[in-house]
């Protein structure tokens, strides 16, 4: 059955969770398939993704990675070799034992990441200094058996990119992890209009096999945050258990550092929970499949389909992305729609406005409403779009400000993540603390910040022994 | 270990097989993995599929195509619903059975095809005529366990793409089949510069659960077929063992008509067949990840190395894509690999070049070389990359226009497909005359062509009874 749009979804502060199904379904960004956890991306879900694809192959190229494709499946005694990987990822592996009516020897495990596939393969083409450095990228789906999932921040499968780097140098190494992190920065500022709070992780949190694992955290509109992409350096771990090794100049064999990186179909969960509101979708104009959709009143009167479609012409030649609704609903029924799909920028054009020659534009983003001039259109509209895209930025970073509280005590801390935001804590560096606070709040330590590591107390939050490290706690999803 | 370019690879004539997996390797386009039949997809070969598909993405966008993503796995309980679709299937899906550590009750087929998801899904959102058409299409992997496997040719995984629509009337359907394999046909000439043989499917050679289905063929070197694509018309057979129905306008509810098509790496098969030569890959300059390879002679000396890297820049605005190689490895090295990777055109530029203003070019299809005048490179990579093009296609033109022979009975027939190509034979139409041919020849009906159905006899190579039909048999990979 087609989803009736005119409907009223969820209100986001009666049932936040219920609210994020509403607008993921909704909008049609997805749909269930038969099997739990494996979603649909539906063509206005994956077009966002797209749009996500583009931009970081842009800059990925730009610090000279290469797109590559490895095998869906890894053999269980492969898998095997990476003792503390394997413990992290075998409780929630999908295996394949039968192919072609026959059972397999060594079965096989749908990819949950690549790690081992490169470095079988990095172990195979690195044997020299000039062989190095190799920065890999590939773009596809990995399974993790998941007990509960939700569509976009947590399924049996979804789709990634996994960048997977091998360097000569420890710095080289780290050096790219912090180089990624800084570009998934960028995607949130320049594309998602989401500033992330991006910094360490710690040995708790860290990724099974890394050394150090680092993160972008986005805070959700209920004070959740969410882990929305990594970086990791594995020093020579990984190296060492698959034999990889290189001759320098100086002929002496070394084993490589390694690094790699990721970001996921999450990033579109981030994107609904920043910026949604209670009529649905709110989407950044840069990541907007439809940026503009231009919505005939009346129009079956002679010129308006036609105008319609020249100021389509126009923006689409302007390089803007741009619909015209000519079907047979009512104005009314596709203005909801619209809205309910977050285009940034609704373009009403009827006979008055024929006649006067001017069209009225709507902003998704506060339903502000501005007459326009035929021929200012192009100019107007681009700077409409750049305007929503600042204020949602903008909008998204003071609630990120205004949810970063300092605190002494785990009381305090208890307080601030119970009510929605990060706790920003002194810490001594102790797993003890770490799980003291997870034990009485449930929230987790989410990174320590870069850019905010200025102690402000010398004394940790929670055991009061010496603490020179800055951590932010919250819930997460 | 680093394959060593120099090393002279078999010649095609001595051993093909040998000569193609020594290109697939040595080309570095892939690798196996430690898992017979699924490859490696190294960033070179990967390069050439991303050109690919954004050919495809571009010309799939212009008939209003969306991009989607089903799952990567299927319920056998749904797989089973189309019974001449599961019955082609079936004896080649890899199965997983163990989820999480515990046995999963309804096993999952990793996809071999997604007809049955999208006929799900389908079901689910369409229900008026509002709803059609719907012109889905997806980039992924599929499954299917082989036993004989070949780099590009015939994996246990592969990539493609798979387009799934949806309409109201048959003609739609068939249509939406036919245009999409001209969009093939496109493909080959525009970018590939290979000369398809496109036509109508045999029933016996029908995809399984298709009404009609169509193909692209191109001619290897040895003169053996290679089925380059497919398009499919569903009818409404799908539709009725997934219950999807509309209502048209006049309220009655209907079936709608379904197609599906697709493209997959095999292509980078074909491209390597038709177009290589013993010194290895030779790569059409439209789908070349390099087109231009730029060699500095004697590097050191003063003003190569800049002047290599401001022609590079030149030829990147200009839109082409260039390498300069100036590692420390001797030209002769450089020429020897980038004659192995098929690059068109190779640019030299040594201090005599320097002193007069000049450089040379030498272009990979035929080794002549030209010298250029700095003032003219951009014109003249332009020409000499639009020359290389053509006449590559021409080439294989005049080959595949060589090795179409008529032939009036079994025996010629069996002559022809022994020497390698085509023989174009008039058929009766029944089953028994194909599967004789096939019996005495191992050839097989590749298919009925498009603009080569002027009968030139009425009398069926076969058995003799009256004949209408012109058919192409060929061996075929």
Redesign the interface.
């Known amino acids: ?2 989803t009736n749009k005119n409907e009223a979804i969820t209100s986001r502060d009666v049932d936040f969770a219920k609210w994020y199904t509403d607008v993921c379904r909704k909008a049609e960004l997805m ?1 269930y ?3 739990k956890g ?6 206005y879900g ?2 966002i ?2 749009q996500i694809q583009n931009y970081l192959n842009k800059r990925f190229k730009g610090i000279g990675v ?8 890894i ?1 269980e005694s ?1 898998f095997n070799k990476e003792k503390e990987h394997v413990e992290g990822f075998a ?11 026959n059972k397999i020897d060594d ?2 495990i ?1 990819r949950p990441t690549s790690e081992v ?1 490169f470095c ?2 990095y172990a ?2 690195v ?2 200094h ?2 190095l450095p190799k920065l ?1 990228n590939q773009w ?2 990995v ?1 993790r ?3 509960t999932t939700r569509p976009f921040l947590r399924g ?2 979804f ?1 990634w990119q996994e960048g997977h780097t091998i360097f000569a140098t420890e710095e080289e190494a780290r050096g790219n992890a912090l180089e990624v992190l800084n570009i998934y920065d960028d995607l949130g500022r320049e594309l998602l209009a989401i500033p992330f709070v991006k910094g360490l992780k710690t040995d708790k949190e860290r990724f099974a096999g890394a050394r150090e694992t680092y993160s972008i955290e986005a805070l959700m509109h209920d004070g959740k945050a969410l882990q929305s992409g990594t970086t990791h350096y594995f020093g020579t771990g990984f190296a060492e258990a698959f034999g990889i090794t290189f001759q320098g100049k100086d002929n002496i064999l070394r084993h490589p550092h390694q690094a790699s990186w990721g970001v996921s179909t999450r990033l579109i969960g981030s994107i609904i929970m920043v910026h949604g509101d209670d009529n649905g979708l709110v989407l950044p104009p840069q990541v907007a499949p439809i940026q503009i959709a231009i919505i005939p009143i009346q129009q079956n009167k002679e010129g308006i389909l036609a105008k319609a479609e020249n100021i389509k012409n126009e923006l689409e030649q302007a390089g803007f992305r741009v619909i015209v609704d000519s ?2 609903r009512t104005p009314g029924w596709k203005y909801a729609e619209y809205e309910m799909k977050g285009v940034p920028l609704r373009l009403e054009i009827g006979p008055r406005d024929l006649a006067n020659g001017q069209v009225v534009i709507a902003r998704r983003v506060d339903g502000k409403k501005e007459v326009v001039a035929n021929e200012n259109i192009v100019w107007e509209v681009s700077r409409l779009l750049k305007e929503t895209h600042d204020e949602m930025y903008a909008k998204a970073k003071t609630f990120l400000d205004n949810h970063i509280i300092p605190v002494k005590t785990l009381d305090a801390l208890k307080e601030v993540v119970d009510q929605g935001g990060y706790a920003k804590m002194m810490w001594c560096g102790s797993r003890q603390c770490e799980d003291k606070v997870k034990e009485l709040t449930t929230a987790t330590a989410r990174c320590l910040p870069h850019g905010d590591q200025k102690p402000f107390d010398d004394k940790c939050g929670v055991c009061g022994k010496k603490a020179d490290k800055v951590v932010y706690f919250a819930k997460a999803y």
């Not at 290469?66 to 499946?73: A, D, E, G, I, T």
């Not at 409780?91 to 009516?101: D, M, N, V």
């Open positions: 059955m087609e749909d398939s038969s099997v494996f979603i649909i991306y539906r063509p994956y077009a993704w797209e290469s797109n590559v494709y490895m095998p869906l499946v053999p492969l409780p929630e592996t999908l295996i394949a034992t039968i192919g072609g009516k079965p096989l749908i596939l079988e393969h195979k083409i044997s020299s000039r062989d890999y596809c789906s399974v058996w998941e007990k049996s499968e789709l079907s047979d």
